[in-house]
């Protein structure tokens, strides 16, 4: 089957890329010292996230117990759910240890461990716990320095129904920084926080063996990992156009894109309207804030090439607002009605959400897979 032959809007997916991609991560990281848990969060889907990897042994992370559900069911064992746990979800993560994952989760209060520590000691489980650093005050964690993480340790430490393994932190700030120097200096900052604190455990007598960081950005600007055990990293695999913002990469490594049909022309304004509105592209605005905005995507045709400046400038549910970037009055002239394009998004992991499957090509127009996603929680 041919591209031109679906259904539009469709997630595309190219095999070669991804190949290459996961490649050059792997060669950057190896012989670095830590090991890579690739993230499962991007890709939900097991012939992405088993490239990956070197063989079921290895380690991932998710960012769903369903995507930590589907990965066991084909023969995945070390899972770090990297989202702060919560209650209700214990059961699940009981469940999962209890046929053989080594399932880890993560927590950053007393409150949280000692709610941990009552339930697995009902449920007979002993769950394994990273404690969750906040080393760029973006989101969850422990703020460094803070007294606290010793005490969180010792709940862990002292509770039967869990085990502390470690520490854990995502400079999701790196998504902001705008230069090598800049990710940089992200990437040390993740990577101290991180030390630091194991240290801070470690000197209190408490175990730390895992000292966990990583994001995209990081994995690849970091210039100091000594005393960090593993890397994770998600959207690597794929790409976006944040990525080629921040200088990951280039446009030509983004992996992933949507299919669109033009499905109409506003001359006078300059538009070219497709089907791929906010329910494929997502909403994400991801280089807005970028020396150049790509807006909701950058339009290429079908064989995969940009377009030129042309970018998707707006979007409702299905319908996307294609123009030159910068404005102008000249509808694109290379999209024409009826034509089909394929549009690389700002957020790989957003847009990629809004799909069930992707369909593979391998640098032609050519469908040779079609590979299904594990969305929901
Ligand atoms: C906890 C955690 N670790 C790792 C990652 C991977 O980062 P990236 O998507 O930049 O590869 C994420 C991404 O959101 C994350 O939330």
């Not at 053989?100 to 209060?109: P, R």
């Not at 000692?114 to 973006?138: M, S, T, Y």
């Not at 007598?205 to 000292?211: A, T, Y």
């Not at 030159?324 to 024409?336: E, L, Q, S, Y």
Request: glycine share 12%; hydrophobic share 40%; with cysteine.
């Amino acid at each position: 089957m041919d591209l031109s032959e679906l259904g539009t809007p469709c997630l595309v997916l190219d095999r070669g890329k991804i190949d290459e991609n996961i490649r050059r991560m792997r060669e950057h990281l190896s012989g670095r010292g830590p090991v890579l848990r690739p993230h499962a969060k991007t890709a939900k889907c097991i012939e992405v996230v088993g490239r990956a990897l070197d063989d079921p042994s290895s380690p991932v992370a998710v960012s769903t117990l369903k995507e930590a559900e589907y990965l066991f069911e084909h023969g995945i064992k070390d899972i770090l759910y990297a989202v702060g746990i919560a209650p209700v979800k214990l059961e699940r993560v009981a469940r999962l240890r209890e046929v053989g994952a080594d399932v880890t989760i993560v927590l950053d209060s007393v409150e949280m461990a000692g709610i941990v520590g009552k339930r697995g000691g009902a449920l007979g489980a002993n769950f394994p716990v990273l404690i969750e650093l906040d080393c760029d005050g973006q989101r969850a964690g422990v703020a460094p320095g803070d007294p606290v993480l010793v005490e969180i340790g010792r709940v862990l430490d002292g509770e039967p129904g869990t085990e502390l393994r470690g520490v854990m932190t995502h400079a999701g700030v790196s998504y902001q920084a705008r230069t090598p120097e800049a990710i940089q200096a992200v990437a040390a900052r993740e990577r101290d926080v991180a030390v630091e604190s194991a240290g801070a455990l470690r000197r209190a007598g408490l175990p730390c063996p895992v000292v966990s960081v990583g994001s995209t950005p990081t994995a690849w600007f970091a210039e100091d990992l000594s005393g960090v055990t593993e890397v994770r990293a998600g959207v690597y695999m794929f790409n976006d156009l944040v990525m080629a913002g921040l200088g990951v990469c280039e446009v030509d490594d983004i992996a992933i894109s949507v299919l669109a049909s033009v499905i109409g022309r506003q001359e006078d304004r300059g538009w070219v309207i497709t089907d791929a509105g906010w329910m494929a592209l997502s909403r994400d605005r991801g280089t807005a804030g970028h020396e150049v905005d790509q807006g909701f995507g950058l339009v290429c045709g079908i064989d995969g090439a940009p377009l030129g400046d042309i970018v998707v400038t707006s979007t409702s549910q299905e319908h996307g607002i294609v123009a030159h970037r910068g404005g102008g009055h000249a509808a694109p002239a290379k999209a024409r009605i009826g034509d089909l394009v394929r549009i690389l998004p700002s957020h790989a992991c957003a847009t990629a959400a809004m799909f069930d499957r992707y369909h593979v090509v391998d640098g032609s127009t050519e469908v040779v897979e079609v590979w299904q996603r594990v969305n929901g929680w």
